[in-house]
């Protein structure tokens, strides 16, 4: 956290804003009507599925289920980020003024991604899925990148994951057809990420104002395979079988769905508008966010 006039401005804003508006999960969703299975988990559109030959050959009741569990995935796999965020958000305050209103508002953020891993680990428990794990590779790198990031590397990868989210999470919390306590679950994260992804970005330019060109590049790389990874793993291949379909055939549609691939790239329309706009859009980095289709 820096004593710039700007860092500070932006941190007393937020820290006002949360003042004003913050949730609490535990009174505000509704965790004790039982599961209208008549209900979307997410909006059909985002489904790995939608648009594929697959997709059109199961009945309304699977549809449902296969978003129900994909939703649920999609919220274990931030419940794992935010666990990676809030250490790396600690370590970058680790004996800072904490009378600084930019190591207040980090320790907030922090609150915040506390309550938001509970209520996420809720709602999937609530939509009768197991808990989604990303696989060893992705669990060991998470645990690689939050001891090694720091500064930019740590800020951008914290962009990357809620501004993925975000998109997604906007269509379903405004999605009539998605069961009426995820919807609920999607507006809290929305209107407390706005205020993270706001810091995020402010630190992420702060930060690279005193980068060297080789950090630079090693950065822009390392938030790449970041984002490669948390965007692979949001949904679990184990969905399919848990919605009661073939898993193989599955994966294999999923893994050459263009709808679902121009939904991502569309979703991180203006992340990667920002990353390019503070020099993060370096070639091997590209290379990485193409894989993953965000771009």
Wanted: with cysteine; glycine share 4%.
């Amino acid at each position: 956290m820096g004593n710039t006039t700007s860092g500070d401005d932006v941190a007393r804003r937020l820290l006002d804003s949360s003042a004003q508006l913050s949730y609490d999960p535990l009174t505000e969703v509704d965790w004790d009507t039982p599961l209208d299975t008549d209900f979307h988990g997410a909006s059909p559109e985002w489904s790995t599925l939608y648009g594929t030959a697959y997709w059109n050959e199961l009945t309304d009741a699977q549809r449902k289920e296969l978003t129900r569990q994909e939703a649920a995935s999609v919220a274990s796999t931030g419940i794992w980020f935010e666990m990676i965020l809030q250490q790396m958000v600690l370590r970058d305050i680790y004996a800072k003024d904490p009378t600084d209103d930019a190591v207040q508002w980090a320790l907030t953020e922090i609150a915040d991604e506390c309550r938001h891993s509970i209520m996420f680990a809720r709602g999937a428990k609530k939509l009768r899925a197991p808990a989604y794990r990303p696989h060893r590779v992705a669990l060991e790198l998470g645990r690689f990148f939050k001891t090694v990031a720091f500064g930019e590397a740590a800020y951008a990868a914290i962009l990357v994951a809620e501004e993925v989210l975000d998109v997604m999470q906007r269509d379903w919390m405004r999605d009539q057809r998605v069961v009426p306590f995820v919807r609920t679950i999607n507006n809290i994260h929305v209107v407390e990420e706005s205020r993270h992804m706001k810091f995020a970005r402010e630190e992420t330019r702060r930060h690279l104002a005193r980068a060297g060109r080789v950090r630079r590049r090693v950065h822009a790389l390392l938030i790449a395979v970041a984002a490669y990874v948390i965007v692979t793993s949001m949904v679990n291949r184990k969905v399919y079988a848990n919605a009661g379909l073939d898993e193989a055939r599955a994966l294999r549609e999923a893994k050459a769905n263009e709808h679902h691939k121009s939904m991502l790239r569309a979703s991180c329309s203006g992340l990667m508008e920002f990353l390019d706009s503070v020099g993060l859009l370096t070639g091997p980095a590209l290379r990485f966010y193409r894989r993953a289709h965000l771009i």
